[in-house]
DNA sequence: CTTGGGCAAATCGTATGCAATCTTGGCATT
DNA sequence: AATGCCAAGATTGCATACGATTTGCCCAAG
């Protein structure tokens, strides 16, 4: 199968594209592709391919897969190749143990810092989430993921540390394999209204109720995922790379 | 300045030079050299200096560079070659600020997991640190301050978190850079003390005591430094490249 | 003496070639 | 029929070559 059709090589913009850093580009593409699952886990992305689909060498692709690499989102084996990452269910559990931690910190952060102009921008942007869960099809799907997970990166913009941002930035964009791969229900359907109130709780300059509220997200996010190890065998890898 | 004479080719075990993945050998070299001091914030780092000193190519050295640049450890100028970092005061507080977020979670995390014989191993860690405590000139200096870091990367690694405990590696490592920059003392010598009350508290299973001596220890650390920001500046990063 | 332009050296960015390694398919053997 | 083995193909690992960009120096002009 070809993974051309499931990139959008045109949704970074042509001018962000300045007059280098096209691996950084070109992570920034596949990192969208595979966090809105148009990429789906296991997915083989070997250099030559990426390489012509983007019409650049071996040695930018690679780059690029490397970046990808550290942040966790493929995998590399030696000789082999690169494969978009299969969070096992304890990698999982740690993902989010991670984001119980960070993000109360974070929202902590938020309040004290938070702009009407953010609230605003917050807003408009919960509102792009509520119409993506309002409509119907894969694509809206996708999208409301999406624009899930972009939440948590604002507020962590917002906070202003960005070492925490980057973090996030990894933890957001595992979370979205994760959620690919175990989650169980309508994803977030109780999702929208949880940041909502998260925001309601910020606006009002209540950082205590919002990050009780945050860890109760997180929460909600984690209990929907069907975690069952039904590890102990080395070749569950094997399995469920479909 | 040649920056061979600062670097250690030899403090990786030749046999964990396994058939491969010499630019991780490089990394963690390198990383080594930066963090203990023997290579100080601004020193340059070009592809082609690194790869004779290690006898790779560019192209390895060049892996190993980009994996420094994204941990925040170099930062890589288009064009112009890779540098040790040279964190602004500003990026010292976010740092500080998500070890004072991340750590007591690890620290709580540990309490439940910590075995007797983690307990010994951390003895033996602290016994060394004291060692060098005691001891004159800046070898002993610098092996302070790595062991001091090792006692948290530690910490981490018994918390069994791998996501977290990859954060702490960056985290520490780039505390070691700050402190290099603006520490004002003779470094930690209280900090010795708050690792064993740390310790102790493990021991007798007090996550709670433990974690509030680890937010002390940190506050500590951090109030030793000399973080005037006489930015404002967008040239600062050239007048501190000395 | 200072300033500005231009040339040379150094360094990075990228493409490509070759060797090493892994996978896969078929064939022989049990 | 199943298993083990071997050769061919594919893919990565690494090195090197070449072009682009920046830097620093030197010299000439003011």
Redesign the pocket.
């Known amino acids: 199968m070809n993974i051309s059709e499931k990139i959008n090589l045109t949704d970074t913009t042509p001018e962000d594209r300045s007059?280098?850093?096209?691996?950084m580009a070109i992570r920034e593409t596949l990192r969208n592709a595979i966090i809105d699952r148009r990429l789906a886990p296991g997915t083989?992305?070997?250099?030559?391919?990426?390489?012509s689909l983007f019409?650049?060498?071996?040695?930018?692709?690679?780059?690029a897969?490397q970046m990808l690499a550290f942040e966790g989102l493929v995998k590399?084996?030696?000789?082999?190749?690169?494969f978009v990452s299969n969070p096992s269910p304890e990698e999982a559990r740690q993902i989010f143990a991670s984001r119980r931690l960070i993000e109360p910190g974070i929202v902590a952060s938020a309040v004290e810092r938070i702009t009407p102009e953010d609230i605003a921008e917050f807003r408009r942007q919960l509102d792009e989430e509520e119409r993506y869960l309002n409509e119907r099809g894969p694509a809206a799907r996708r999208a409301e993921i999406k624009a899930s997970g972009d939440f948590h990166l604002m507020l962590a913009s917002v906070a202003g540390n960005v070492i925490l941002q980057r973090f996030m930035d990894e933890l957001v964009a595992r979370s979205s394999l994760v959620i690919a791969l175990y989650g169980r229900s309508g994803v977030s359907s109780c999702g929208h209204a949880e940041h909502s109130a998260v925001l309601d709780a910020l606006e009002k300059g209540d950082g205590e109720r919002a990050a009780k509220l945050m860890i109760h997200h997180i929460d909600h996010i984690e209990a929907d995922l069907d975690l069952q190890l039904k590890q102990g065998l080395g070749l569950k890898d094997a399995l469920s790379l479909a």
């Open positions: 007059p280098e850093d096209r691996s083989k992305l070997s250099e030559s391919e990426v390489g019409d650049v060498s071996r040695t930018v692709a690679r780059a897969l590399t084996e030696r000789n082999r190749g690169a």
